[in-house]
Structure formats: C-alpha cells, structure tokens
C-alpha cells in the first residue's frame, strides 16, 4: 500500500522568507500523481500545487514550487517570499490517477506551518 | 469554491444515536469520495463512489455506511456513535475521465458526539 510521510509536525518562517516543507512517499506504480494541500482555520482543505511522476520538471505556481525527487520518492515543497496568509496545516499527497481502482489520495499526516510577522 | 456541497456544516448529537451526511459533487462529476479528520488519525479514506456504484473502500467502519444516488449526491450515514467518532468529516469529488488525479473538497461537517 501507498504510505506518505510527513516527518516535521510544525514549522515556523519569517514573514517574507523562505521555507521548504518536506515529504516522503513509498509506491511501486510508475505513474501516478503528488500534491500539497493547504488547510487554513477555515478548515478548507485548497490545493496547492500538483506534480505528474512522469515530468521531470518541478512544477511552480507563483510563490510556490516542489522539488521532486523521484528515485529518492521525494516531495518537497518551497514557499518563498512567506505571507501572513500561508499560515495553515500543510498536507503531502499521493495518487495512482486510477491505477489499480481508485483515484483516492492518500495523505500525509500534515505539518503545522507558523508565519511569524 | 470548490463547487462541492456539504450538509451540516456543524452536527452535535449523543452516543449511540445515527447521523447521516450529505454531499452534492461538483457539477458533472461522477467520483464521490469520503475523509475522516480527527487528530490522531489525520484524513483517512473511508470510501469512494463512482456513478452510483463503490468503487474503493478503505477504512470504513461497520457502523458506517455511504452510498450515491442516481442524481451523483452522496450520503455517509454513522450510527451506534461512539465518542471515537468525532470528527471532521470531508466530501470530495472527481471526474472520472480526463482526471488529473486532484480531488475537490468541501468544506466538511463537524460532528460532535457527546
């Protein structure tokens, strides 16, 4: 079974610096598919970023950006220039896409992130 | 907005009493999947609907049960509540085909077994 690990249960940044939110997953598929979820007070749980395990280039939106490591099964994700508003619980996730049955994401334990101003 | 829909947004009820929990996809979405969240256990995978039918089960208690309707909402209905059993409850959806493996989340119920 897919397994995903989330090793520091809280972090804290400056506001304006940067930070790298680490995560490590064990899977024998080839292809399959890894996010971070972002879950502020409001309890939403918002996507952040996604990454194919086909493409070898890191996937980036605005201030955030993973690196990918894929022989090591590796996940990490770097937010720059911190906001006030990243402040949230952060989750690691894998998905086979629908291989084997089910496109279900199995998630890590999550990692408290604090913005200190 | 993730455009999925979930009712109540906070439940409180007793022991050993039934609730039932409700889930409106995203518009034309056929997959329904349901997550605990407590503290301990973080987002577990309870179970997962495609067009009315299971497709994937997870970590579903017996006393739990779920199903989809011919109009794609879905249902997890909890019964015999145990105290355990408090927890964010989340709804997400999914296409099917086409799909980018990210799943939609709702905002989930809260329910509070006392």
């Known amino acids: 079974a897919q397994t995903v690990t989330q090793s520091q249960p809280e972090m804290s940044v400056q506001e304006a610096e940067t930070v790298t939110l680490s995560c490590t997953y064990d899977?024998?598929?080839?292809?399959?598919?890894l996010f971070w979820y972002k879950q502020p007070p409001s309890r939403q749980m918002i996507l952040v970023i996604r990454q194919e395990a086909y493409k070898q280039q890191n996937a980036t939106e605005n201030r955030f950006s993973v690196n990918f490591q894929k022989a090591a099964k590796s996940f990490s994700l770097k937010i720059s220039d911190s906001q006030l508003g990243d402040a949230a619980m952060y989750f690691c996730?894998?998905?086979?896409?629908?291989?084997?049955?089910?496109?279900?994401?199995?998630f890590g334990k999550g990692m408290k992130l604090t913005v200190n101003p | 907005d993730s455009g999925v829909t979930q009712t109540p947004k906070h439940l409180i009820t007793a022991t050993g009493q039934r609730v039932t929990l409700r889930c409106s996809p995203r518009?034309?979405?056929?997959?329904v999947y349901w997550y605990q969240q407590s503290l301990d256990q973080g987002l577990q995978f309870l179970i997962q609907?495609?067009?009315?039918?299971?497709?994937a089960k997870g970590n579903i208690l017996e006393r739990f049960s779920a199903q989809q309707f011919p109009d794609l909402h879905s249902e997890l209905n909890l019964s015999s509540l145990e105290l355990g059993d408090s927890a964010l409850y989340f709804c997400?959806?999914?296409?099917?085909?086409?799909?980018?493996?990210?799943?939609?989340f709702g905002e989930g119920s809260r329910l509070t077994v006392l």
């Open positions: 518009s034309g979405d056929l997959s």
């Open positions: 997400a959806s999914s296409p099917r085909f086409g799909s980018t493996g990210e799943l939609f």
């Open positions: 996730a894998y998905s086979a896409g629908g291989q084997g049955g089910s496109e279900k994401l199995v």
């Open positions: 899977t024998s598929e080839s292809d399959y598919y």
């Open positions: 609907y495609y067009n009315g039918e299971e497709r």
